[in-house]
């Protein structure tokens, strides 16, 4: 007779359920290569043409710069619109929603796992990116600090795919709404978090209220520590930025935490695991 | 077999596409949705011009990005909701083989589907267009604009943008990991090709000419000469063309493209069908 399976339970299984969600992102996604090449392909044509804007305007050079890094950005927030948020709604629709439910492990796991997976996985895109959008518009960087460049970068993505968990239990409740209304966050969130130009730009509430976003104080903390003249236009002071992401952090992920049981007991009440309503 | 009368097909599978892209919500949020994308978009030329010209509006260079970008948008919803009909249809809905053995033109129900895109855009355009003339002093005087020349490109303009959008149909009749990309990629190449948000001679001059092909280059200049009639001489791209050369060039352009979208289409539709893959789906 067969050896029975270790069965795991607790933080083994929590663990084990966070390495097996974020696998299928990590590998599975390197798996078709045309995605890799359409997913760098499709930001470096909005950076191209927003690059081109510049020049046309006759821009110093550091805002190509900006563009650049932006555009890399962009594969992220993309990423948290359409694989996190978006996600328990394909779930649904694919039927492996219900499947998530009856599994032993947290669905707090399961999406954690998915925002590891995504973000390792969107990372590769956005540092080829940004190599090549460096490459062909020749950018430069000069990085003022790598410790607090290193934590804003963190402090953004743990922030926003916080946020993306988040989000992801409030469409557990969408149907079709659920496509537009992410397709409704992308340039909306371009212009208040300032994806291509600094956000001192906009009057100071403003540029506080887009704040909420975690790219817009990351973006603004980055391009601050690696561009020269990025302090004269940065928001805020980048340790300051630091503090207010690292409450970010915190905020989205209990959030998420709360947010999450709380709409998967409205679901099964309600019966939306199931539904399919186009 | 006998088919339907086109004009049915056409008119009913418009009304289609319309409740497909309306009735997701109630009609206050979609006329946000309809309204916040579009402003969003421009918003983003907007300020990158403010925060460098430090909010010089009354350049033309101004008028060329704004009345491009604004107009642009059909293309992107035109050519993207034709090809997303095969999608939705196919993968979404799973009908698109209800509509192939129905006894209708498959091209002439895609292209109905896609001038729903076209209605909600148009609503998108117009009110870019209006708060550009009221905020930012858009020098659009609607007594002085060239409204037979207007008119006339921009219907040769969505007929033009239709059949190209055709030929990516097609295309995603082929494809089952890839649809979103097609639509998007193309849409994003005739961004930086068509001189939609800054002239042609700011692009590299070995990749220049390569605008020069695109009909979509002469459509959006001439949409601008109609709204605002100096801008002709402001930009020597194609200040050597009167608006009857380029409105030849345009049509000749679209003919051309017309007919390869609709040769691709035919090609692509008999290797769907050879290969089994109308009634397919992938689940993406």
New interface residues.
Partial sequence: MPEATVRLSGWRLFISTVFARAYPRLIGQQR?A??LV?EV??PL??V???V????????PEE?VGFVVMGGAMTAFWLNVLWSMSSQLYWEKE?GNLALYIMAPSSMTAILLGMALGGMLATALRALVIIVVGSWMFNVHYVVLDFVQLFAVFMLSMTALYGMGMMTSSLFLLLS??AW?IA??A???V??ASG????IK??PFWIAAAASVIPLTLGLDGMRQLIFPSGAALGFLDVRLEIGILILLSALFLVGARVLLDYMEKLAIREGRLTESR? | MQKSNPLTTFRTATWLGWQIESN??DPLLFAI?SI??PL??A???V???????QGAFSNP?FSY?YIGNSFYMYVAAVMTGISWAVLDDRE??KTLKYIYIAPVEVPVYLLGRGVARFVTTSVGVIITLAVGMLFFHLPVDLATVNWPLFILTLLIGVIMLAMIGLLLAGITLLTA??EG?IG??AA??L??FSG????LD??PAAIRPIGYFMPTTYWLELLRRAMVSNIANTFPTLAQFDNLQLLGILVLLSIVFGLLSFGVFRFCDYLARERGMIDRTS?Y
């Fill in positions: 078709e045309s995605w359409f392909l499709l044509v909005s191209s043409a927003y081109f804007v510049y020049r046309a305007l006759k821009a805002y694919t079709r709404e537009h397709n409704l992308q340039e909306p371009y212009l994806f291509y130009f600094p730009s906009f186009r | 997701w919500t949705y916040v994308k969003a978009g918003a983003i030329i300020v990158m011009y403010s925060v460098i010209t260079l990005m979404h809905y990991r890839h990309f998007d990629a994003g190449a961004y930086i939609a948000i800054f002239p700011i692009l689940n």
